[in-house]
């Protein structure tokens, strides 16, 4: 899927956060951990989620990259680096994913059920066990009353940022993987360093 990214505000002061590099300005907003559309917000797990804009100096063509950006979380020396969209949609439709111990894995479909292949498998403690692996359940006809959900995952990939080469102002969504409570960040940067030059932007 392409990335679409979000919607630009009208310029970067638009933003909580704004700073002018060498060749755009960028703005920011730091969105906790969730992302939203056409009114729906959704949980991203263990992702933090800030969203970036740039707006390309009159006459300049950007390159625009989720890669440019980091996150210094308190201060500390290492910050976490961008995730790819990719990863992020895979670990928030499998919230498991980062928890689980596994080995090689790959999944079938038989039946119109998704069947898992390697990785760890359950022990049954007990007969009846709810925790151990199961047959897949035989397809059954929707319910016309049930609501399909919104794929968070598909979600997350088109409102990323996208990697363009920008003339004009555009916007996306950027991820980083924190497994640590919010309640224990007390100071957060966003570094950016890249074709724009090197700024860093305060978000709390």
Request: hydrophobic content about 35%.
């Amino acid at each position: 899927m392409a990335w679409a990214g979000t919607d630009p505000r009208p310029k970067a002061t638009d933003y909580p956060v704004h700073v002018h590099a060498a060749r755009a300005e960028i703005g920011a907003e730091y969105l906790s951990r969730t992302i939203s559309e056409a009114g729906a917000s959704y949980y991203t797990g263990i992702y933090l989620v800030v969203e970036v804009a740039l707006y390309p100096d009159k006459g300049v063509t950007l390159p625009v990259s989720s890669g440019d950006f980091q996150l210094r979380i308190n201060g500390k020396k290492v910050p976490l680096i961008a995730q790819t969209p990719g990863i992020v949609a895979a670990s928030i439709r499998n919230p498991d994913w980062d928890s689980v111990p596994r080995g090689p894995v790959a999944g079938v479909g038989v039946g119109g059920a998704d069947i898992l292949i390697g990785g760890r498998q359950p022990v049954e403690r007990f007969p009846g066990d709810p925790q151990t692996t199961r047959a897949p359940r035989p397809p059954r006809a929707p319910d016309e009353r049930e609501k399909v959900p919104q794929d968070r995952g598909e979600v997350a990939l088109r409102l990323a940022l996208p990697q363009v080469e920008a003339e004009t102002g555009v916007s996306g969504l950027v991820y980083f993987a924190y497994k640590s409570k919010l309640n224990d960040i007390r100071r957060l940067e966003l570094l950016y360093e890249g074709p724009a030059g090197r700024q860093v932007l305060v978000l709390r």
